[in-house]
């Protein structure tokens, strides 16, 4: 796990000043050594050290240091947080010289000994024990195909310079980072958009229309836009290439991954075998480190079956010393899932780190947060993960794994419910609909009416929804009325017909691209690599594969990993029918201690973007109105302080 950049110069004259720069900007992303290549047409790469350059990289290469004014067509720079093979062998940027290849990589893949193990029968030959050393093989051996085998989370930039050409990947669901920006100088490839904002000539401009989706809906990275219009992410799944041999910088983004579920045809217990089967052998890949690996703990299900899981691979190989968890915790029980946690740690005699997110840190380190998220968040629930990974950091650790992506493949998340109605509706599953709306009431103590109404309405189109009051009518586009000039607060025409509609929206639009993109940056900031066992692709071509009633059963969400969980989870987190996540007790600072400073941080966005992209007497009115209790609580009042606070600091 690291923090890389590439720049490809439009004249090859140009300096490397920026290239110092950018990397000195994200030594959070690797504090353990740093690394430089450059790269002039009709001559060999030069590796170079860098002022930071660990000492032991120093000794046994005994690079030259890249000083200001060197010039080059493509730079890479690197910043290193040693994982794998913790010898200079794994420095970076690394070279393969027969095949006239370079990279720069941050990330992990996790089947890297599979892969070597292949080339190796292929006549390969490796000087380390990196995985970067296979990419750089494996790229040798079969091109772009090899990023099918890749099991890992991964963005890089290779330079063939032998062909003069130059490929930068993403991973399948973008869970690494990749940002591009073709400026006047050249196109910056980079881990984090504060490396690209040191670029020569580089003017901030802020994308409204993004920034309106962000303050109506809390919606981020649901596109390839930034809130600067000039930079964009590198979507998921996707490659840049780029001739070389061509002055002009011109290059294409072409797809390599497209997520095809795999349709189950077998039987219900085999597919609970299967999918303890894919979730143990991803959590056991997940292991692979030379360093220790720890947990992130909430307590909910996601986490504590990864816990429980790791706990029997470990004990299996001899390992008897337990994990080491992270667990945010809360004063209020209405918040805090500590009792929920500490099941999970008797049961796997984990050492558990508690960390208590208090309002006066979030005062404290507010501007600190947002400077390494690059970008607003949706709500306090990001800070939250924060602590955790500081907490993290003080305790010693460097890698940790933790449930991100579960929920949106696994169908945990209470807005699926519309959908997964209207599916059963359109297949005519007439009695699993009557007998799931039966086991609704059972659960929650009303009728399901809501979503059999607005299941007949996507089953039926505007024939029906035409007769139906204007409150009840699921088209129907809520207008925010704070923001200036309007805004839905949706960023889907219509609702998804089908569970499985519902489900893929979710991994790549929204929420899943912006929750890993906080989980990066937050792990990041605090030097740790976070491994998302959920994110296996393999799980995720799996459980989209599944039908509707495997994931929903009588009421109960995610059913089926419940059941794959069976005896392996203590029975309080198999049971357990609540869903938190990453939450704070944002509304109890909002109308507490909180409330002045939240008050006064509105008032300052309403006074510098009123009339232009807020109205702000009713943002005011708005925001009153969720303090005083007339109105539900929501996350608005924080966009719009976290949009302000993040403008203002730019």
């Known amino acids: 796990m690291c923090g890389i950049l590439s720049i490809v110069n439009k004249a090859s004259k140009t300096g490397s000043e920026s290239l110092l720069k950018a990397c000195e900007i994200i030594r959070h992303r690797g504090p353990d050594d740093e690394g430089f290549l450059t790269w002039v047409p009709g001559e060999a790469p030069i590796v170079w050290a860098g002022s930071d350059t660990a000492a032991s990289t120093h000794s046994h290469f005994g690079y030259a240091t890249l000083v200001p004014g060197q010039g080059f067509r493509v730079g890479f720079g690197h910043r290193r947080l040693s994982i794998l093979d913790l010898s200079p062998m794994g420095h970076q940027p690394m070279l393969h010289g027969p095949a006239g290849l370079a990279i720069t990589f941050n990330g992990e893949i996790y089947n890297y000994l599979e892969i070597k193990a292949e080339l190796e029968t292929k006549g390969h030959h490796f000087r380390s024990t990196s995985d970067t050393e296979v990419i750089l093989h494996a790229w040798q051996e079969w091109g772009v195909k090899c990023l099918d085998r890749f099991n890992g989370m991964f963005s890089f930039v290779i330079l063939d310079h032998h062909k003069k050409e130059l490929f930068a990947v993403r991973d399948r669901f973008g869970v690494k980072p990749l940002y591009y920006y073709n400026g006047e100088t050249g196109l910056y490839l980079a881990s984090e958009i504060k490396q690209i904002k040191t670029a020569p000539g580089y003017q901030f401009r802020l994308d409204e229309k993004i920034t309106r989706q962000y303050l109506a809906t809390g919606a981020v990275d649901h596109t390839s836009n930034t809130f600067d219009p000039q930079i964009k992410h590198l979507p998921a799944g996707h490659y840049l290439y780029m001739n070389l041999s061509s002055d002009e910088n011109e290059f294409e983004i072409r797809k390599w991954y497209s997520l095809t579920p795999k349709k ?35 307590g909910g299900l996601d986490s504590s079956s990864i816990v429980c899981i790791a706990a029997q691979l470990l004990k299996a190989k001899g390992d008897f010393a337990g994990q080491e968890t992270v667990t945010a915790c809360y004063e209020s029980a209405k918040y805090d899932e500590w009792k929920f946690a ?20 979030l005062q404290d380190e507010v501007d600190q947060f947002l400077f390494y998220q690059d970008e607003p968040t949706g709500s306090t629930s990001q800070f939250s993960q924060w602590a955790v990974f500081k907490k993290t950091h003080e305790a010693g650790l460097k890698v ?42 059972k659960e929650k103590g009303v009728w399901p009416k809501g979503f059999l109404l607005g ?111 069976h005896n392996i989870l203590p029975p309080a987190i198999e049971n357990r029918r609540d869903k938190m996540g990453f939450v704070t007790p944002e509304e109890l600072w909002l109308k507490g201690e909180g409330k002045e400073w939240f008050i006064d941080g509105i008032d300052r966005a309403c006074k510098q973007f009123g009339g232009q992209i807020l109205d702000a007497a009713n ?24 949009f302000h606070r993040w403008h203002n600091r730019l």
């Open 455 to 565: 299941a007949l309405q996507l089953n039926t189109g505007a024939a029906l929804s035409n007769l139906l009051p204007q409150n009840a009518r699921i088209t129907r586009k809520h207008e925010v009325n704070w923001i200036a000039n309007a805004e839905p607060a949706t960023i889907y025409g219509t609702h998804a017909a089908t569970l499985e509609e519902n489900l893929l929206r979710q991994v790549y639009f929204e929420p899943l691209p912006a929750l890993l993109r906080y989980e990066d940056h937050n792990s990041m900031a605090w030097s740790v690599e976070s491994r998302t066992p959920f994110m296996d692709y393999r799980l995720l071509e799996f459980n989209l594969g599944l039908p509707e009633t495997y994931l929903y059963k009588r009421g109960v969400r995610k059913a089926i990993l419940r059941e794959a969980m």
């Open 342 to 361: 500490q099941e999970v740690i008797k049961a796997t005699n984990a050492k558990p780190h508690r960390v208590f997110p208090s309002f006066r840190q």
């Open 619 to 642: 943002v005011k009115k708005y925001v009153a109105s969720i303090i005083d209790g007339k109105q539900p609580f929501d996350f608005v009042p924080w966009r719009i302080f976290c």
């Open 264 to 298: 189950w045809t077998g039987s219900r217990e085999e597919a609970v075998s299967e999918l303890r089967r894919l979730l143990t052998d991803s959590i056991n890949l997940r292991l692979r480190s030379d360093v220790p690996v720890g947990s992130c703990l909430s």
């Open 400 to 441: 940790m794994v933790d449930g991100q992506g579960a929920d949106e493949q696994l169908a945990g998340y209470s807005g699926n419910d519309l959908s997964f109605y209207s599916g059963l509706l359109k297949k005519a599953r007439f009695l699993t609909l009557l007998d799931e709306a039966r086991h609704y009431k």
